[in-house]
């Protein structure tokens, strides 16, 4: 079955711009979270979403906003970008939201590279 | 709060066994999990441990000690494919808190 699709893989941003990342989960999957990696902070968890209800966030600005739709498709926004938010953002899928089993972890799409210039 | 370490970076060679400490505090604790991603790529699962002890799965071991809040990632054989990073992640209360990875260099 296909997995993790994030679209746009790649994308240039100017500062104060805002922009939109896209998930589909794998079939069947109803958590998608969505977590910022850069190279000294590592994977910092942003939020997510299971049946179209935000279960958890973590510890990021207003600026950082999401939502999941009936299909399980989830979109993230970021607004008023900064230099900072330049970063890999990844999108992960599971059967069910946390506490997960091994059988129900997490699996991760390739990514979208945004870089704020 | 949340702190999971992790060495930075390591080095060994081919062939050699490697182990991978990880170290964590954190608010309720459901798992602890591994991944591995190489670079430019997805992180992909590696194991996940609830109970304390030592899950073998080939040529990777993972270990879990509950009340010392330390986890090791054992890699045997290694390979030059085994080069990537390393992510230690802790599931709290209902949610996924990783470590900043540990880098892994393989050489000949």
């Known amino acids: 079955k296909a997995g993790v699709t994030q679209t746009p893989r790649y994308l240039i941003k100017t500062r104060g711009q805002q922009v939109t990342l896209s998930c589909s989960p794998i079939?069947?999957?109803?958590?998608v979270s969505w977590y910022q990696q850069t190279p000294g902070q590592g994977l910092q968890f942003l939020f997510e979403y299971f049946s179209e209800t935000q279960r958890n966030k973590g510890n990021f600005p207003g600026r950082f906003s999401g939502r999941q739709f009936s299909n399980s498709r989830s979109e993230m926004n970021v607004s008023t970008l900064e230099l900072g938010d330049s970063a890999l953002y990844l999108c992960a899928s599971s059967l069910v939201s946390s506490p997960r089993q091994s059988g129900n972890t997490i699996y991760f799409g390739e990514g979208s590279w945004l870089t704020v210039v | 709060g949340q702190n999971i370490d992790q060495p930075t970076e390591m080095t060994a060679t081919e062939g050699a066994i490697v182990q991978i400490n990880c170290t964590y505090q954190t608010s309720g604790f459901n798992g602890l999990f591994w991944y591995q991603q190489h670079a430019g790529e997805a992180p992909t699962f590696l194991s996940y441990?609830?109970?304390?002890g030592l899950e073998e799965k080939g040529r990777f071991s993972s270990f879990l000690s509950r009340s010392k809040g330390y986890s090791y990632l054992l890699l045997k054989e290694l390979q030059m494919k085994d080069s990537a990073s390393y992510l230690c992640?802790?599931?709290?209360?209902?949610?996924?808190?990783f470590g900043t990875g540990t880098r892994l260099l393989v050489s000949p």
């Open positions: 992640a802790v599931e709290g209360f209902q949610k996924l808190v």
């Open positions: 441990n609830v109970l304390d």
């Open positions: 079939s069947g999957h109803r958590s």
